[in-house]
């Protein structure tokens, strides 16, 4: 039987240090990094900041060499745009002006509006409206009536107590410019419509059209329906809906059934002047349908307005085209006849006063619409009868 050797103390710590001189000294070994010792904050960032050290980890852009690149980008050679016309700046100048009405603070808006009131009386407030801005609060951008409570304490000195308020009373199109008529309570309100209903309101509006209206002056009484547009881009638009019709031997009329969703839509025009192609004619609705003096204009007389895109074609929606000789008066190619803006103005206003005096309101001229006129060398009545 094999002697069983007892290991004494002493010969225990001998051999475990012939063990631990045989071991190599501590390193950071890769295949275990985690028995390597924990490196202070400061040792970690310079191992960080040391080359040749990745991390795998995008590198952080610091403020100064953000700063640095954009001030490069901007030094970098711009290329040069083709200049624009004198026509391109207006129209663009003007699509700017309108956003920014549209985007602004009603403050501003409100401000804007008191330089521009035209004719005030204690039932009554006229202004001058600017073009794009809609009237009433349903395009979710800053309208005219989301405003008039600014507006009416403005007129009023900014009185903290000032009770007075404004309410629109007829409508004009998000695109018409001029005269548009406010009243101070709602009983004014439903007088002035009274008004109306009895054609005692009258309005007169000046329009540029592309061709030239024949006969030169007469009415137009044709019903306007709401239709579907069908095709790639489904759309509606508002079309005519006649009460008569030709004959099978095309010498006479015959009237058809009215629809009955047709609306009853009566227009009076006069040609003011006519030159290039285009004229300015004065139009007075008797009625109050929706698009119903562009509709009659484009669909009746087959003289759209200049800047109307939207019933210059009937099966598509696209920019208005416009004849060689035009585009060569305004300026402009065809590809950039999509910022013309509608030339519709409304440039007179009359009604009874409450007081026994009439209330008659001419509305100026903007801009653009000036402009138009002396490049397609359209002349004004006042100015027509001078020569």
């Given at each position: ?186 009983e004014v309100v439903k007088h002035i419509l009274n008004l109306h209903r009895n054609n005692q309101v009258r309005r007169k509006y000046w329009v540029i059209t592309v061709g030239v209206p024949v006969p030169s002056e007469g009415v137009i009484d044709i019903p306007i329906i709401e239709r579907e547009v069908t095709g790639s881009r489904p759309h509606y638009k508002m079309a005519l809906s006649p009460l008569f019709k030709m004959n099978d031997a095309g010498d006479g009329v015959t009237k058809v059934r009215g ?129």
């Amino acid at each position: 039987m094999n002697s069983i050797r007892r290991i004494s103390c002493s010969d225990w710590k001998s051999g475990l240090n012939v063990v631990l001189s045989r071991v190599k000294p501590w390193t950071n070994c890769c295949r275990c990094p985690e028995a390597a010792p924990p490196l202070s904050r400061s040792q970690a960032t310079a191992t960080k900041q040391a080359p040749g050290f990745d991390t795998g980890e995008k590198p952080r852009l610091r403020a100064v060499d953000l700063a640095r690149k954009v001030q490069q980008e901007w030094r970098k050679p711009q290329a040069a745009e083709p200049p624009l016309s004198g026509q391109q700046k207006r129209v663009m100048e003007l699509k700017r002006f309108s956003l920014q009405l549209q985007h602004v603070h009603p403050n501003v808006l409100a401000k804007h509006l008191n330089r521009a009131v035209l004719y005030q009386d204690k039932d009554v407030v006229v202004i001058n409206k600017p073009y794009g801005v809609p009237v009433r609060d349903d395009c979710g951008a800053t309208s005219i009536s989301s405003v008039l409570h600014v507006l009416s304490k403005m007129m009023d000195g900014m009185k903290i107590k000032s009770d007075s308020q404004l309410f629109p009373c007829l409508r004009l199109e998000k695109e018409t410019t001029g005269a548009l008529l406010l009243a101070r309570s709602e009983e004014v309100v439903k007088h002035i419509l009274n008004l109306h209903r009895n054609n005692q309101v009258r309005r007169k509006y000046w329009v540029i059209t592309v061709g030239v209206p024949v006969p030169s002056e007469g009415v137009i009484d044709i019903p306007i329906i709401e239709r579907e547009v069908t095709g790639s881009r489904p759309h509606y638009k508002m079309a005519l809906s006649p009460l008569f019709k030709m004959n099978d031997a095309g010498d006479g009329v015959t009237k058809v059934r009215g629809h009955r969703q047709a609306h009853s839509a009566v227009t009076k025009y006069r040609v003011l002047d006519s030159s290039s192609g285009c004229s300015l004619v004065e139009l007075q609705p008797f009625t109050e349908v929706k698009h119903q003096m562009r509709v009659h204009m484009a669909l009746a007389l087959t003289c759209p307005i200049l800047g109307d895109h939207k019933y210059s074609h009937w099966s598509k929606l696209a920019p208005q085209k416009l004849p060689d000789h035009v585009l060569g008066k305004l300026g402009l190619e065809q590809s950039k006849s999509r910022y013309l803006p509608l030339h519709v103005l409304a440039r007179q206003l009359m009604l009874p006063g409450t007081n026994g005096a009439d209330v008659n309101v001419s509305c100026p001229m903007p801009k653009y619409f000036t402009q138009t006129l002396n490049r397609l060398h359209l002349t004004l009545p006042d100015k027509k009868d001078h020569k």
